[in-house]
Protein backbone atom coordinates (compact mmCIF):
# COMPACT_ATOMS: atom_id res chain seq x y z
CA UNK A 1 0.00 0.00 0.00
CA UNK A 2 2.60 2.64 0.93
CA UNK A 3 4.98 1.33 -1.55
CA UNK A 4 2.41 1.89 -4.26
CA UNK A 5 1.33 5.02 -3.57
CA UNK A 6 4.80 6.16 -2.94
CA UNK A 7 5.69 5.31 -6.30
CA UNK A 8 2.66 6.90 -8.13
CA UNK A 9 3.28 10.05 -6.34
CA UNK A 10 6.77 9.97 -7.06
CA UNK A 11 5.73 9.60 -11.03
CA UNK A 12 3.60 12.19 -11.12
CA UNK A 13 6.35 14.70 -9.77
CA UNK A 14 8.76 13.62 -11.65
CA UNK A 15 8.63 15.37 -14.72
CA UNK A 16 7.70 19.14 -13.12
CA UNK A 17 10.95 21.42 -13.57
CA UNK A 18 13.16 18.79 -14.66
CA UNK A 19 16.07 20.39 -17.00
CA UNK A 20 17.82 19.22 -19.61
CA UNK A 21 20.50 18.28 -17.10
CA UNK A 22 18.25 15.74 -15.57
CA UNK A 23 18.39 18.00 -12.52
CA UNK A 24 15.49 20.39 -11.14
CA UNK A 25 14.37 23.63 -11.50
CA UNK A 26 11.91 24.32 -9.04
CA UNK A 27 12.03 27.55 -7.33
CA UNK A 28 9.96 29.64 -5.09
CA UNK A 29 6.76 31.29 -6.55
CA UNK A 30 7.42 30.19 -9.88
CA UNK A 31 4.68 28.26 -12.34
CA UNK A 32 6.98 25.25 -11.11
CA UNK A 33 6.47 26.70 -7.81
CA UNK A 34 2.80 26.39 -8.17
CA UNK A 35 2.43 23.24 -10.28
CA UNK A 36 4.32 21.73 -7.25
CA UNK A 37 1.83 23.52 -4.45
CA UNK A 38 -1.23 22.32 -6.22
CA UNK A 39 -0.26 18.93 -6.45
CA UNK A 40 0.46 19.04 -3.09
CA UNK A 41 -3.46 20.23 -2.33
CA UNK A 42 -4.29 17.96 -4.69
CA UNK A 43 -2.90 14.97 -2.81
CA UNK A 44 -4.12 16.39 0.45
CA UNK A 45 -7.45 16.70 -0.84
CA UNK A 46 -7.33 13.11 -2.24
CA UNK A 47 -6.97 12.29 1.53
CA UNK A 48 -9.41 13.71 2.61
CA UNK A 49 -6.95 15.83 4.63
CA UNK A 50 -7.50 19.90 5.52
CA UNK A 51 -5.13 22.26 4.18
CA UNK A 52 -4.20 25.08 5.28
CA UNK A 53 -1.52 27.87 4.26
CA UNK A 54 0.43 29.81 7.17
CA UNK A 55 0.88 33.48 6.90
CA UNK A 56 4.13 32.47 4.73
CA UNK A 57 2.48 30.02 2.58
CA UNK A 58 3.91 27.17 3.83
CA UNK A 59 1.09 24.28 3.01
CA UNK A 60 -0.21 21.91 5.93
CA UNK A 61 -2.23 18.69 5.34
CA UNK A 62 -4.28 17.75 8.18
CA UNK A 63 -5.36 14.40 9.87
CA UNK A 64 -7.52 14.47 12.11
CA UNK A 65 -10.48 12.64 12.90
CA UNK A 66 -11.39 13.85 16.45
CA UNK A 67 -12.92 14.61 18.97
CA UNK A 68 -13.13 18.35 18.17
CA UNK A 69 -11.11 20.16 15.78
CA UNK A 70 -7.76 20.65 15.48
CA UNK A 71 -7.24 23.82 18.03
CA UNK A 72 -9.39 22.09 19.77
CA UNK A 73 -7.22 19.22 20.48
CA UNK A 74 -4.35 21.36 20.81
CA UNK A 75 -5.87 23.57 23.84
CA UNK A 76 -6.68 20.15 25.58
CA UNK A 77 -2.77 19.39 24.82
CA UNK A 78 -2.91 17.39 21.72
CA UNK A 79 -0.24 19.29 20.17
CA UNK A 80 -0.11 18.08 16.47
CA UNK A 81 2.83 15.52 15.31
CA UNK A 82 3.79 17.47 12.16
CA UNK A 83 5.93 15.42 9.20
CA UNK A 84 7.33 16.68 5.77
CA UNK A 85 9.76 18.61 4.08
CA UNK A 86 10.19 20.63 0.89
CA UNK A 87 9.46 20.74 -2.27
CA UNK A 88 11.84 23.55 -4.23
CA UNK A 89 15.48 22.72 -5.64
CA UNK A 90 18.30 24.33 -6.22
CA UNK A 91 19.61 25.17 -9.60
CA UNK A 92 19.73 21.67 -11.45
CA UNK A 93 19.05 19.64 -8.10
CA UNK A 94 18.68 16.22 -7.14
CA UNK A 95 14.86 14.39 -7.33
CA UNK A 96 15.03 13.66 -3.56
CA UNK A 97 15.97 16.89 -1.51
CA UNK A 98 13.04 18.13 -0.07
CA UNK A 99 10.59 15.66 -2.44
CA UNK A 100 11.69 12.11 -0.72
CA UNK A 101 10.32 13.59 2.55
CA UNK A 102 7.31 15.34 1.19
CA UNK A 103 5.97 12.09 -0.66
CA UNK A 104 7.21 10.25 2.27
CA UNK A 105 5.22 11.85 4.81
CA UNK A 106 1.83 11.54 2.71
CA UNK A 107 2.43 7.50 1.86
CA UNK A 108 3.48 7.29 5.62
CA UNK A 109 -0.48 8.52 6.67
CA UNK A 110 -2.05 6.12 3.95
CA UNK A 111 0.27 3.48 5.64
CA UNK A 112 -1.14 3.93 9.25
CA UNK A 113 -4.67 4.20 8.17
CA UNK A 114 -4.36 0.77 5.95
CA UNK A 115 -3.46 -0.53 9.54
CA UNK A 116 -6.22 0.86 11.05
CA UNK A 117 -4.46 3.32 13.01
CA UNK A 118 -6.56 6.40 14.73
CA UNK A 119 -4.00 8.85 16.05
CA UNK A 120 -4.84 10.41 19.49
CA UNK A 121 -3.35 13.68 18.25
CA UNK A 122 -3.24 15.26 14.96
CA UNK A 123 -1.07 14.69 12.05
CA UNK A 124 0.14 17.66 9.71
CA UNK A 125 2.14 16.78 6.63
CA UNK A 126 4.12 20.10 5.08
CA UNK A 127 5.49 21.40 2.24
CA UNK A 128 7.79 23.88 3.33
CA UNK A 129 8.31 26.76 1.06
CA UNK A 130 11.42 28.19 -0.55
CA UNK A 131 13.81 25.76 1.61
CA UNK A 132 16.48 26.22 -1.04
CA UNK A 133 16.94 29.92 -0.96
CA UNK A 134 17.91 29.59 -4.80
CA UNK A 135 16.10 32.41 -5.77
CA UNK A 136 16.28 35.05 -3.24
CA UNK A 137 19.12 33.47 -1.76
CA UNK A 138 17.97 32.81 1.89
CA UNK A 139 17.79 29.15 2.65
CA UNK A 140 14.90 27.72 4.77
CA UNK A 141 12.95 31.01 4.11
CA UNK A 142 9.79 30.14 4.65
CA UNK A 143 10.53 28.45 8.42
CA UNK A 144 12.74 31.07 9.43
CA UNK A 145 9.89 33.50 8.90
CA UNK A 146 7.12 31.95 10.20
CA UNK A 147 9.41 31.17 13.02
CA UNK A 148 10.67 34.50 13.60
CA UNK A 149 14.24 34.18 12.55
CA UNK A 150 14.28 35.82 9.35
CA UNK A 151 12.57 39.47 9.34
CA UNK A 152 9.53 39.67 7.25
CA UNK A 153 10.31 43.15 5.60
CA UNK A 154 14.02 42.34 5.31
CA UNK A 155 12.08 39.02 3.29
CA UNK A 156 10.00 40.73 1.69
CA UNK A 157 12.63 43.19 0.35
CA UNK A 158 14.90 40.33 -1.08
CA UNK A 159 15.44 40.13 -5.07
CA UNK A 160 16.47 37.59 -7.56
CA UNK A 161 18.66 37.64 -10.25
CA UNK A 162 16.33 39.52 -12.45
CA UNK A 163 15.67 42.36 -9.74
CA UNK A 164 12.11 40.85 -8.90
CA UNK A 165 11.26 41.48 -5.19
CA UNK A 166 9.97 38.16 -2.95
CA UNK A 167 7.22 41.05 -2.21
CA UNK A 168 6.71 41.34 -6.28
CA UNK A 169 7.04 37.29 -6.69
CA UNK A 170 4.13 36.94 -3.99
CA UNK A 171 2.11 39.18 -5.94
CA UNK A 172 2.47 37.77 -9.11
CA UNK A 173 1.35 34.23 -7.36
CA UNK A 174 -2.08 36.09 -6.56
CA UNK A 175 -0.56 36.51 -3.05
CA UNK A 176 -1.16 39.68 0.04
CA UNK A 177 2.63 40.68 0.89
CA UNK A 178 0.75 42.77 3.41
CA UNK A 179 -0.27 39.14 5.16
CA UNK A 180 3.30 37.87 4.65
CA UNK A 181 5.13 37.24 8.19
CA UNK A 182 5.95 35.12 10.98
CA UNK A 183 3.12 32.96 12.40
CA UNK A 184 3.14 31.79 16.14
CA UNK A 185 -0.79 30.12 16.05
CA UNK A 186 0.44 27.87 13.44
CA UNK A 187 3.70 27.41 14.89
CA UNK A 188 1.61 26.77 18.33
CA UNK A 189 0.06 23.61 16.70
CA UNK A 190 3.23 21.79 16.37
CA UNK A 191 4.21 19.33 19.21
CA UNK A 192 6.56 17.86 17.33
CA UNK A 193 8.12 17.81 13.69
CA UNK A 194 9.99 14.88 12.00
CA UNK A 195 11.68 15.40 8.79
CA UNK A 196 12.51 12.53 6.53
CA UNK A 197 15.19 13.49 4.05
CA UNK A 198 17.46 11.97 1.48
CA UNK A 199 21.08 11.40 3.05
CA UNK A 200 23.55 14.02 1.36
CA UNK A 201 26.61 12.13 1.66
CA UNK A 202 28.00 8.53 1.75
CA UNK A 203 27.82 7.64 5.69
CA UNK A 204 24.63 4.98 5.60
CA UNK A 205 26.66 3.49 2.44
CA UNK A 206 29.65 2.85 4.39
CA UNK A 207 27.56 1.77 7.42
CA UNK A 208 25.62 -0.34 5.42
CA UNK A 209 22.32 1.00 6.65
CA UNK A 210 18.84 2.46 5.22
CA UNK A 211 17.79 4.80 7.80
CA UNK A 212 19.75 6.94 10.13
CA UNK A 213 18.24 9.38 12.69
CA UNK A 214 20.59 13.35 12.86
CA UNK A 215 21.77 14.40 15.72
CA UNK A 216 22.63 17.92 14.65
CA UNK A 217 23.57 20.35 11.84
CA UNK A 218 26.98 22.21 11.94
CA UNK A 219 26.75 26.15 11.86
CA UNK A 220 26.35 27.86 8.51
CA UNK A 221 25.83 30.76 6.68
CA UNK A 222 26.16 32.54 3.59
CA UNK A 223 28.04 35.95 2.75
CA UNK A 224 27.85 38.34 -0.17
CA UNK A 225 31.25 39.71 -1.75
CA UNK A 226 31.14 42.60 -3.83
CA UNK A 227 33.95 43.78 -5.45
CA UNK A 228 34.45 47.09 -7.06
CA UNK A 229 35.82 47.52 -10.37
CA UNK A 230 35.99 50.19 -13.73
CA UNK A 231 34.82 49.05 -16.85
CA UNK A 232 36.96 49.22 -19.97
CA UNK A 233 38.40 47.29 -23.27
CA UNK A 234 40.12 44.40 -22.87
CA UNK A 235 42.44 45.20 -25.88
CA UNK A 236 43.14 49.00 -25.17
CA UNK A 237 43.41 48.89 -21.51
CA UNK A 238 46.89 48.72 -20.58
CA UNK A 239 47.72 45.81 -17.54
CA UNK A 240 48.55 49.04 -14.90
CA UNK A 241 45.75 51.16 -15.88
CA UNK A 242 42.94 47.96 -14.69
CA UNK A 243 40.81 48.47 -12.36
CA UNK A 244 39.65 44.82 -12.58
CA UNK A 245 36.98 43.39 -10.22
CA UNK A 246 37.99 39.86 -10.88
CA UNK A 247 41.11 40.37 -9.17
CA UNK A 248 39.66 39.95 -5.99
CA UNK A 249 36.76 37.70 -6.65
CA UNK A 250 39.62 35.58 -7.40
CA UNK A 251 41.59 35.79 -4.80
CA UNK A 252 38.22 34.83 -2.52
CA UNK A 253 37.97 31.45 -4.44
CA UNK A 254 41.37 30.19 -3.44
CA UNK A 255 41.51 31.88 -0.09
CA UNK A 256 38.14 30.27 0.64
CA UNK A 257 39.92 26.85 -0.32
CA UNK A 258 43.08 27.64 1.49
CA UNK A 259 41.47 28.72 4.56
CA UNK A 260 39.03 25.88 4.76
CA UNK A 261 41.76 23.57 4.59
CA UNK A 262 44.05 25.15 7.61
CA UNK A 263 40.64 25.34 9.60
CA UNK A 264 38.83 22.07 9.04
CA UNK A 265 36.07 23.57 8.00
CA UNK A 266 34.22 23.57 4.46
CA UNK A 267 34.27 26.65 2.03
CA UNK A 268 32.23 26.97 -1.77
CA UNK A 269 31.84 30.01 -3.76
CA UNK A 270 29.31 28.78 -6.31
CA UNK A 271 27.66 31.59 -7.64
CA UNK A 272 29.02 34.78 -9.01
CA UNK A 273 28.12 37.71 -11.02
CA UNK A 274 30.12 39.66 -13.17
CA UNK A 275 29.01 42.80 -14.65
CA UNK A 276 28.94 43.69 -17.45
CA UNK A 277 29.95 40.40 -18.48
CA UNK A 278 31.21 40.99 -21.70
CA UNK A 279 34.18 39.06 -22.38
CA UNK A 280 36.18 41.86 -23.78
CA UNK A 281 35.06 43.89 -20.93
CA UNK A 282 36.90 44.43 -18.12
CA UNK A 283 35.09 43.71 -15.19
CA UNK A 284 33.84 46.82 -13.57
CA UNK A 285 31.87 44.48 -10.80
CA UNK A 286 31.52 40.93 -9.58
CA UNK A 287 29.70 39.81 -6.50
CA UNK A 288 30.55 36.43 -5.35
CA UNK A 289 28.29 34.54 -2.52
CA UNK A 290 30.49 32.35 -0.12
CA UNK A 291 29.11 29.34 1.74
CA UNK A 292 30.70 28.21 4.65
CA UNK A 293 30.28 25.68 7.31
CA UNK A 294 31.63 23.28 9.92
CA UNK A 295 31.80 21.01 12.91
CA UNK A 296 33.50 23.72 15.20
CA UNK A 297 31.37 26.79 15.06
CA UNK A 298 34.68 28.89 16.36
CA UNK A 299 36.68 27.71 13.46
CA UNK A 300 33.91 28.66 10.69
CA UNK A 301 33.78 32.10 12.36
CA UNK A 302 37.40 32.46 12.30
CA UNK A 303 37.40 31.20 8.95
CA UNK A 304 34.97 33.86 7.84
CA UNK A 305 36.66 36.58 9.65
CA UNK A 306 39.45 35.71 7.84
CA UNK A 307 38.49 35.54 4.56
CA UNK A 308 36.28 39.09 5.29
CA UNK A 309 39.54 41.08 6.12
CA UNK A 310 41.38 39.07 2.80
CA UNK A 311 38.36 40.75 0.66
CA UNK A 312 38.20 44.17 2.36
CA UNK A 313 42.39 44.29 1.44
CA UNK A 314 40.81 43.45 -2.30
CA UNK A 315 38.12 46.31 -1.84
CA UNK A 316 35.15 44.18 -1.04
CA UNK A 317 32.36 44.80 0.82
CA UNK A 318 31.03 42.07 2.71
CA UNK A 319 27.93 41.34 4.20
CA UNK A 320 26.32 38.65 6.33
CA UNK A 321 23.00 37.00 4.31
CA UNK A 322 22.40 34.35 7.03
CA UNK A 323 24.08 32.46 9.82
CA UNK A 324 22.73 29.42 11.17
CA UNK A 325 24.75 28.44 14.74
CA UNK A 326 25.17 24.71 15.60
CA UNK A 327 21.48 23.34 16.03
CA UNK A 328 21.06 20.36 18.07
CA UNK A 329 18.03 18.16 17.84
CA UNK A 330 15.62 17.64 20.26
CA UNK A 331 17.65 14.64 22.20
CA UNK A 332 14.84 13.15 24.03
CA UNK A 333 13.40 12.61 20.93
CA UNK A 334 15.62 11.65 18.39
CA UNK A 335 16.53 8.91 20.84
CA UNK A 336 12.71 7.86 21.06
CA UNK A 337 12.55 7.79 17.11
CA UNK A 338 15.76 5.61 17.36
CA UNK A 339 14.44 3.20 19.90
CA UNK A 340 10.57 2.91 17.84
CA UNK A 341 12.89 2.05 14.54
CA UNK A 342 15.36 -0.78 16.32
CA UNK A 343 11.63 -2.12 17.49
CA UNK A 344 8.84 -1.50 15.74
CA UNK A 345 10.52 -1.17 12.13
CA UNK A 346 13.24 -3.97 12.65
CA UNK A 347 15.64 -1.25 11.94
CA UNK A 348 19.06 -0.38 13.97
CA UNK A 349 19.36 3.47 13.32
CA UNK A 350 23.02 4.68 12.80
CA UNK A 351 22.82 8.41 14.54
CA UNK A 352 24.51 11.15 12.04
CA UNK A 353 25.51 14.60 11.98
CA UNK A 354 24.91 16.72 8.73
CA UNK A 355 26.71 20.06 6.84
CA UNK A 356 23.21 20.53 5.34
CA UNK A 357 20.83 23.14 6.52
CA UNK A 358 17.25 22.13 6.73
CA UNK A 359 13.82 23.62 8.12
CA UNK A 360 14.11 21.13 11.14
CA UNK A 361 16.86 22.81 11.80
CA UNK A 362 14.83 26.03 11.92
CA UNK A 363 12.25 24.16 14.01
CA UNK A 364 14.51 23.05 16.64
CA UNK A 365 15.80 26.46 16.94
CA UNK A 366 12.78 28.02 17.45
CA UNK A 367 12.06 25.21 20.74
CA UNK A 368 9.90 22.77 18.75
CA UNK A 369 11.17 19.63 19.65
CA UNK A 370 12.21 18.24 16.34
CA UNK A 371 14.40 15.17 14.47
CA UNK A 372 15.30 13.47 10.90
CA UNK A 373 15.08 11.03 9.28
CA UNK A 374 17.80 10.42 6.62
CA UNK A 375 17.51 7.78 3.79
CA UNK A 376 20.74 5.86 2.71
CA UNK A 377 22.02 7.53 -1.22
CA UNK A 378 23.79 5.06 -3.13
CA UNK A 379 25.76 8.05 -4.53
CA UNK A 380 26.33 9.84 -2.11
CA UNK A 381 25.40 13.48 -4.06
CA UNK A 382 23.24 15.77 -3.60
CA UNK A 383 22.74 18.90 -5.16
CA UNK A 384 22.91 17.65 -8.39
CA UNK A 385 21.26 14.77 -10.47
CA UNK A 386 23.34 12.40 -9.28
CA UNK A 387 21.65 12.13 -5.94
CA UNK A 388 19.72 9.35 -5.55
CA UNK A 389 18.02 6.66 -3.43
CA UNK A 390 16.86 2.99 -3.85
CA UNK A 391 13.07 2.25 -4.49
CA UNK A 392 13.84 -0.21 -1.39
CA UNK A 393 15.31 2.16 1.08
CA UNK A 394 12.52 4.80 0.09
CA UNK A 395 9.91 2.13 0.92
CA UNK A 396 12.11 1.41 4.11
CA UNK A 397 11.67 5.66 4.92
CA UNK A 398 8.31 5.20 4.74
CA UNK A 399 7.53 2.50 7.12
CA UNK A 400 10.25 3.81 9.60
CA UNK A 401 8.43 7.20 9.68
CA UNK A 402 5.17 5.61 9.86
CA UNK A 403 6.66 3.76 12.92
CA UNK A 404 7.47 6.96 14.20
CA UNK A 405 4.35 8.66 13.94
CA UNK A 406 2.51 6.61 15.48
CA UNK A 407 4.93 5.95 18.26
CA UNK A 408 4.16 9.62 18.53
CA UNK A 409 0.44 9.53 18.42
CA UNK A 410 -0.42 6.56 20.31
CA UNK A 411 -2.92 7.53 23.40
C1 LIG B 1 20.32 23.45 1.93
O1 LIG B 1 20.05 22.36 1.41
C2 LIG B 1 21.66 23.68 2.35
O2 LIG B 1 22.09 23.09 3.34
O3 LIG B 1 22.34 24.40 1.64
MN1 LIG C 1 19.12 21.09 -0.31
MN1 LIG D 1 16.41 19.61 1.63
MN1 LIG E 1 18.42 21.97 2.89
Given at each position: MSAASFDSMWADLD????????GYRRFAWTAEDHTLR????????????????????????????????VDEAVAAGRKAVVIGSHLDSVPDGGAFDGPLGVVSSLAAVDRLRAAGVRPAAPVAVTNFVDEEGARFGIACAGSRVLTG???????????????????????????????????????ARVGSFVELHVEQGRALVDLGAPVAVASDIWPH??????FPGEAN??????LVDRRDAMLGYAD???????????????????KVRVTPGGVNAIPSHVTGWLDARGADEDQVIAMVDELTARGQEMGATVTRESWTPTTRFDAGLSERLRRVLD???GVSAPVLGTGAGHDAGILATAG?????????????????PEEHAEADDCHAGVEALAACVRDLTAA
Amino acid sequence: MSAASFDSMWADLDPVGRAGSGGYRRFAWTAEDHTLREWFAGECARRGLDLTEDRVGNQWGWWWDGPGTVDEAVAAGRKAVVIGSHLDSVPDGGAFDGPLGVVSSLAAVDRLRAAGVRPAAPVAVTNFVDEEGARFGIACAGSRVLTGQLDRDRALGLTDADGVSMAEALRAAGRDPDAYGPDAEALARVGSFVELHVEQGRALVDLGAPVAVASDIWPHGRWRFDFPGEANHAGTTRLVDRRDAMLGYADLVLGARHVATQRGCVATVGKVRVTPGGVNAIPSHVTGWLDARGADEDQVIAMVDELTARGQEMGATVTRESWTPTTRFDAGLSERLRRVLDSAAGVSAPVLGTGAGHDAGILATAGVPSAMLFVRNPTGVSHSPEEHAEADDCHAGVEALAACVRDLTAA
